[in-house]
């Protein structure tokens, strides 16, 4: 449980390959407030619903761990349900609820005293966080411990790390993530996850130039740790970081195979 002024975070056990085994559920303003990534209709979750007056309803991003109550709450709140401009067929599709209105970049969201929509993708194409007071609810972008999967084909390793370095240059006071605790460092996180990607890109890289051709190649070369329960996860992050390198004309990727530039 998070408790904040003007943020309220309510911890959702979901079926989610994140460590933690739950998603952090935020409700932001103190009257016609907006819920933000309802995982599922808890207990909790509905008390806060109740006592905040929630009138609106969004979503960071489409993952099935952050959109499993959007139904039951839109249904039972009559909230007015919020999606990304260009995407809400998408929405629909996650949550089967059809949006009432969209957001893009700088929305002014009517919630509390103000929620402005921040565009950060990359673990998503639809991904956003929201601005609320001093700090930020960013969803799957950042996380206190660990890393973020950043998977293609939907992941975009480019488009992530540019959002975590806008986080950064916007210096919030305090980020609250999907996932985990919250994070009051946020430069030094947002540094951190950079970092993490910068060197995973570099043993990429020395991969292919050493003769790793397959993904699993490029893997097994690539990783120093055991990935074997994530290995689907790791690949397809390996696949994202070849398709950044490949953009950049710092490899050769046809999609199956990889070469040195």
Known sequence: MVTRPGVEGVSVDVDSRAPSGATTAYVLGNSDA????????????????????????????????????????????????????????????????????????????????????????????????????????????????????????????????????????????????????VIEDPRATCRRLIDHRRQREQRVLAAVDDGGRTLAEVLDAAYEKDVSDVRDLALATVRAHLEKLAVEGRVRWDGERARPS
Do not use: C, K, Q
């Open 34 to 181: 907006l819920l933000v990534d309802p995982a599922s209709r808890t207990e909790a979750l509905d008390r806060a619903v109740e006592n905040r007056n929630v009138a609106h309803l969004a979503l960071t991003h489409h993952h099935r761990d952050h959109t499993g109550g959007v139904a039951a709450y839109a249904d039972a709140d009559g909230l007015t349900v919020w999606a990304r401009a260009g995407r809400e067929a998408a929405f629909e599709a996650a949550t089967g609820v059809a949006p009432d209105r969209t957001f893009r970049e700088g929305t002014l969201l009517p919630a509390g005293d103000g929620v402005t929509v921040v565009e950060t993708p990359g673990h998503a194409p639809e991904h956003v966080a929201f601005a609320a007071g001093d700090g930020l609810v960013t969803g799957d972008l950042a996380v206190a411990e660990g890393s973020v999967v950043v998977g293609a084909p939907e992941g975009d390793m480019r488009a992530y790390v540019t959002s975590l370095r806008r986080i950064h240059a916007r210096d919030p006071n305090v980020l609250y993530p999907g996932h985990g605790p």
